[in-house]
């Protein structure tokens, strides 16, 4: 079984992590693959995260969360028969700036690049991406199309440790608007 790798990533609401997952449900009942992954945006990966990230990430992170971002588009990678599909996302220059700096620490990261997304389906198989993408764009809710990280964490998932690096206590999820 494959580990998956440590991840310096940005956390939403509950309430927004919610309708993603009422999305994910609403999807596996027309016949797509489940979706267990916990909603989230991924900064930087590794297999094992290198420490200088991490002090970078705790260092930027705090005065740039809460963060904005704008679902702008509905992306694919890969180039095998698995295939994710993402949210394609927007946000400030300051964060994008902060995320590329905190990626290029990182020797297994991308350098001084960085894609913001949400991954809204793991593994799917290529034939299946065209319906998939049509329901998903039918499927999801209004209020998604912004989404506000409220949170940046390290999470390593072999010792399921969740250490927090930013977080903006003061956001309250009433904010949100409701579907």
């Not at 999305?23 to 290198?50: C, D, K, N, Y």
């Not at 902060?98 to 960085?114: T, V």
């Amino acid at each position: 079984m494959r580990t998956s790798p440590d991840n310096i990533l940005l956390r939403l609401p509950e309430a927004q992590e919610q309708q993603i997952r009422e999305v994910f449900v609403a999807l596996e009942a027309r016949g797509f693959p489940a979706q267990q992954q916990t909603p989230h945006i991924t900064i930087t990966s590794s297999p094992a995260m290198a420490e200088e990230a991490v002090h970078c990430a705790a260092r930027l992170l705090p005065s740039l969360i809460s963060a904005r971002l704008e679902r702008v588009g509905t992306v694919i990678f890969g180039t095998k028969r698995k295939q994710t599909v993402a949210w394609l996302l927007e946000t400030s220059a300051e964060l994008e700036a902060a995320a590329r700096e905190i990626s290029a620490l990182n020797p297994d990261g991308r350098g001084h690049r960085w894609t913001p997304h949400l991954t809204m389906g793991l593994r799917l198989p290529r034939e299946i991406l065209p319906e998939y993408i049509r329901a998903l764009d039918e499927l999801t809710p209004a209020s998604l199309k912004e989404l506000t990280a409220i949170r940046a964490a390290l999470w390593k998932p072999r010792s399921q440790e969740l250490t927090v690096l930013a977080d903006a206590s003061s956001y309250q999820e009433a904010k949100l608007p409701k579907d």
